[in-house]
């Protein structure tokens, strides 16, 4: 069973870091991009970032350049998820996802197709 399990969210004030974990397991993801979403009440799903599991290779939407880091541990079979300086529109639930690589714009959710369950932050000013 194909399974991303979250990690990490929690309420944090303006200016503070949080680290989120996505713990996958069931199959190899080694040919998929890992990506990292977020959904805010009464908005679509966005993307945030992704990262390809072989290469390491990042990308970031512009909002959060110079703030969030994404890193896999192969070993662990883990994806972190750091984000730094914190602002309070960036509270929402924090997916992560897969996706196979040669499947799909990677900034688009509905490339993807596991899920993990998501965990809330919430950024208090």
């Known amino acids: 069973q194909v399974q991303l399990v979250e990690s990490g969210g929690g309420l944090v004030q303006a200016g503070g870091s949080l680290r989120l974990s996505c713990a996958a397991s069931?199959?190899?993801?080694?040919?998929?991009?890992m990506g990292w979403f977020r959904q805010a009440p009464g908005k679509e799903r966005e993307f945030v970032a992704a990262?390809?599991?072989?290469?390491?290779?990042?990308y970031y939407t512009d909002s959060v350049k110079g703030r969030f880091t994404i890193s896999r541990d192969n070993a662990k079979n883990t994806v972190y998820r750091l984000m730094n300086s914190l602002k309070p529109e960036d509270t929402a639930v924090y997916y992560c996802?897969?996706?196979?690589?040669?499947?799909?714009?990677?900034?688009?959710?509905?490339?993807?197709?596991?899920w993990g369950q998501g965990t809330q932050v919430t950024v208090s000013s």
């Open positions: 996802g897969a996706k196979p690589i040669l499947y799909g714009n990677y900034r688009s959710p509905v490339a993807y197709d596991y």
């Open positions: 069931g199959r190899s993801f080694s040919s998929h991009v």
């Open positions: 990262i390809t599991w072989s290469t390491g290779i990042s």
